[in-house]
Structure formats: structure tokens, C-alpha cells
């Protein structure tokens, strides 16, 4: 694809709209409301929708080759949009533009402005350019933006459940993994700035739900303070009046150490729920990965964390497909889904992503054959998974309500302290013909019937604090 003709500039009396897209996992999604929060007010505002509005952002992801792909497939229709007339201009930001900006700059003269990772404070300088009709480029050597609360955000999510990232890049050398180099060595805010933002969420904007985010959550505070400052953070937003529940992503295994147990298991108002992506369970496999656990110490870990914190919701992560994976190491991972049972677990098909150590191994594995080993392994969660919720049935949860079943106006649709936003499952709620409940409530209900991810349950009281 060639340069395209620049229209005349974008100016006029009115304010400029700016939409934003944003693809990817919750960080990329503090990004896209820290990049709407950066923007001068005086001259632009906030679209409704990306795809009619005068400059469309797009905030992508390069993750894996499915995120890749999707992110392109994006620029593709925004460009389309562009060239209808339906918007005006069209900047990309985010991680795939610090990583691929070479190639996304020649293929994509479509785009008005690329924007990398670490250059989210310079988008009223970008936009500048971008209405005079000039087309640039913002990427520099350093990625990942480290915020402060002193950033406003403009909220993505309903204002009820904000995300609240506490760190930005990662120190792990995963082999398997290129996020380092788009995103940077591992970096902490400061705990008390972290409260500070979490104290403004809750307080002024209504926020009843924290989710906690970042690279590798568990390493919060050792580049700071020469210690792991997670389990204090958990203390300090504990005391926050208002705050409902406090939600833990991105937990690195070998990180998990006893005073998190102890943090997740004893404050009232962290949730009984530890995303924990494992990758594997077979020691070759897990030392090829270079995860600094191996099968002797995650099934400690798992020991540990089922005996001091008996309901925890346990969510993890697995990688099919891995270089040197064969038909034994397959069979030993299915075997531990079997005896762990997680109440939550999502499985990637490897993505051998160019530059990193895993692309150059030996013992490549057939497309074919990873996609049979995934879906194998999604059908045996299934039947986990239902069988977990099938022990469920008559215990009462308090479920945080989302919104209300257009069809049936008697279901109200939420979720459980087991639940993240996006990607896990949901609780269909069924209320009394009087009762009306208002997003963002929180409900105590008894659960009556269960699907493989999802439950049904009764209404029995509003929660009221």
C-alpha cells in the first residue's frame, strides 16, 4: 500500500472528536483512557464511537500472532472508514507500533501518526501535527509509560469497575515472551501514588471494584524499594471506604510468596480470586520456557494456596504447542488440569514470535497437531469447569450486578468474586417482579442451575455496604 492524498486540514470553531479503539488485555485498556485523559479539552473531545468521528485512535496489541493480526485487520477498516469520509484521520498506538514501526510506516501510508508505548504524554503535540495534515511519527527508545495519578483517565469500563495499573514492563525472561522489548524492564509506581489514584476512583468517580493490573503484578515495589510491596498495597487499599471488592491480575508463580497468601486470604475486601498464569506443568518444558518454577514447586504452590485459602478462584493460563512439547509432556499437563481442578483456565496455541529464544528452538510443533492439543484441553476444562459449578448449586454468592437481560426483564446478568471482567463467566440473576436493580449493585443471590462457565441464581437481598 502507497501514501495516500492528504484532504484539507482539520480545523474549523467546533472541537475536534477523537474516538479511540482499543484492542488487547486491561493494560492496554489504562492506556487508552490515559491517552483520552491527556487530551487538551480546550481543543478536542471525547467521540462516542471510533468509526464516526473526526480523528480515530486505535490502540493495538502484539502479543501473539492472533493479536497481530487482529490489530492489522483493525488499521485495515479504520483505513476504510477513512477513505468513506466516516472519519478524518487515523493514528495507531501502542504495542505493535513499537515493535514493527519500520514496517508499519512503509505498508500503511493510510495512517496519519504512529505512536509508540512510551510516548503517550506527546498525543497534543502528535494530534497538532496530524490536523495541519502532516503525517509523523512518535516513537522513542524507552517503552511503556509509567502514569501517575496525577493523569486524569476517561473511563472505558463502567465507572463502577476501574482498572488500576501498578507497574509497566517486565523483568522475566519468559522465552516465549517479546513484551520486554515493546514495553521495557520492569517499573513500579510509587504505593502511595497507587493509592492516591485508587482513592480518587472510588471516592469521586464511583468506582466499587478494583482490578489491579500490570506485566507482573507480584514484582510491585522491588525496583523501588528493594522488596515485593503487593501484600502492603492490598493493605492500604483494604481501608478505602466505599471499596467493594479488589481484584489481582498477572500473578508470576514464582512471586507468589507466603505474605500475598496471607494478604489475599485475611483482608475483607480482596477478592478470594488469583490470576496466575502457569504455562506448563512438564519440568522440560517449564525450563525450556525459562519460568523459574518447575513441577515439584507449582504443585506446592498449588497445595498451599487451596489450604489457606479454601474458596479461592484460582485462574491460569497454558501454552500448547511449545517447542519440544511432545504427546507424554501433553498428556502430564492434562493430567494436572485434572487433579488442580482451576475454577478458571484459558490456553494459548504457542506463537512463535520472531526475536525471541523460543523461535530458534529445535522441535517445532505442527499446526495441526497444536490445534488438536487445544481444543483437547479446552473440552476437558469444560468439563471441569461445570463440574466445579455444579458444586455451586444451593450456596449463595454476592454478585456484582452488570446490566439486565433485554428479553427477559426478570434477569439481571453479573458476576461472582470468581469472575474478571471480559473473560470469565457470568451469573444470571433472577429477581421478583417488584425489585429493580441499578448497574453496578451487589446482590447476595443462591445459585439454582450452572452451564460449563455460567450460573443462574435467585435474588435474595440488595447488599447495602
Known amino acids: 500500500m502507497g501514501k495516500v492524498a492528504m484532504p484539507a486540514p482539520l480545523t474549523g470553531a467546533k472541537k475536534i472528536s477523537v474516538g479511540m479503539l482499543s484492542l488487547g488485555c486491561p493494560k492496554t485498556l489504562v492506556d487508552s483512557e490515559l491517552v483520552l485523559g491527556i487530551l487538551d479539552k480546550s481543543r478536542y473531545e471525547v467521540a462516542e464511537h471510533v468509526s464516526h468521528c473526526d480523528i480515530a485512535l486505535l490502540n493495538t496489541c502484539s502479543f501473539i500472532q492472533e493479536a497481530k493480526e487482529q490489530s492489522i485487520d483493525q488499521i485495515l477498516n479504520l483505513a476504510e472508514l477513512k477513505k468513506e469520509g466516516q472519519i478524518k484521520a487515523l493514528v495507531v498506538l501502542g504495542c505493535l507500533v513499537q515493535r514493527y514501526q519500520k514496517e508499519l510506516e512503509k505498508e500503511l501510508g493510510e495512517v496519519d501518526a504512529f505512536v509508540g508505548t512510551g510516548d503517550y504524554e506527546t498525543l497534543n503535540q502528535v494530534l497538532g501535527q496530524v490536523v495541519q495534515r502532516k503525517r509523523i511519527s512518535q516513537i522513542g527508545h524507552q517503552p511503556g509509560f509509567l502514569y501517575t495519578a496525577a493523569i486524569e483517565r476517561i473511563p472505558l469500563t463502567p465507572r463502577y469497575t476501574r482498572y488500576i495499573k501498578i507497574s509497566e514492563g517486565c523483568d522475566h525472561?519468559?522465552?516465549?515472551?517479546?513484551?520486554?522489548?515493546?514495553?521495557?524492564?520492569h517499573r513500579s509506581r510509587r504505593l502511595d501514588d497507587v493509592v492516591c489514584e485508587a482513592r480518587r476512583l472510588v471516592e469521586k468517580e464511583g468506582a466499587r471494584e478494583l482490578v489491579l493490573t500490570g506485566q507482573d503484578t507480584t514484582y510491585f515495589g522491588r525496583d523501588t524499594d528493594n522488596q515485593f510491596l503487593l501484600p502492603r498495597l492490598l493493605e492500604?487499599?483494604?481501608?478505602?471506604?466505599?471499596?467493594?471488592?479488589?481484584?489481582?491480575?498477572?500473578?508470576?508463580?514464582?512471586?507468589?510468596?507466603?505474605a500475598l497468601i496471607e494478604a489475599i486470604g485475611s483482608l475483607e475486601k480482596v477478592c478470594h480470586y488469583l490470576d496466575m498464569p502457569l504455562q506448563h506443568i512438564s519440568d522440560s518444558v517449564l525450563k525450556s520456557m525459562r519460568r523459574g518454577m518447575t513441577k515439584q514447586s507449582t504443585y506446592a504452590l498449588i497445595e498451599?494456596?487451596?489450604k489457606k485459602i479454601p474458596d479461592l478462584a484460582i485462574r491460569t493460563t497454558f501454552i500448547v504447542g511449545y517447542p519440544g512439547e511432545g504427546e507424554e509432556e501433553f498428556q502430564e499437563l492434562l493430567a494436572f488440569m485434572k487433579e488442580a481442578q482451576f475454577e478458571r483456565l484459558g490456553m494459548f496455541v504457542y506463537s512463535n514470535e520472531e526475536g525471541?529464544?523460543?523461535?530458534s528452538l529445535g522441535g517445532q510443533i505442527p499446526e495441526a497437531v497444536k490445534e488438536k492439543r487445544f481444543h483437547e484441553g479446552m473440552v476437558l476444562q469444560q468439563k471441569i469447569s461445570e463440574g466445579n459449578n455444579q458444586r455451586l448449586i444451593g450456596k449463595t454468592l454476592t454478585v456484582l450486578i452488570e446490566g439486565r437481560d433485554e428479553k427477559n426483564r426478570r434477569l439481571y446478568r453479573g458476576r461472582s468474586y470468581m469472575d474478571a471482567p471480559e473473560v470469565d463467566g457470568l451469573v444470571d440473576v433472577r429477581v421478583p417482579?417488584?425489585?429493580?436493580l441499578k448497574e453496578g449493585d451487589f446482590v447476595t443471590a443462591q445459585v439454582e442451575s450452572v452451564a460449563e462457565y455460567d450460573l443462574r441464581a435467585a435474588y435474595l437481598q440488595l447488599e447495602t455496604s
Open 433 to 436: 417482579d417488584r425489585i429493580r
Open 236 to 258: 492500604e487499599l483494604n481501608r478505602i471506604k466505599g471499596l467493594k471488592w479488589i481484584r489481582l491480575l498477572y500473578a508470576y508463580p514464582s512471586c507468589v510468596n507466603d
Open 173 to 185: 525472561i519468559c522465552s516465549f515472551c517479546m513484551i520486554p522489548t515493546f514495553r521495557g524492564k
Open 356 to 359: 525471541s529464544h523460543a523461535a
Open 304 to 306: 498451599k494456596l487451596r
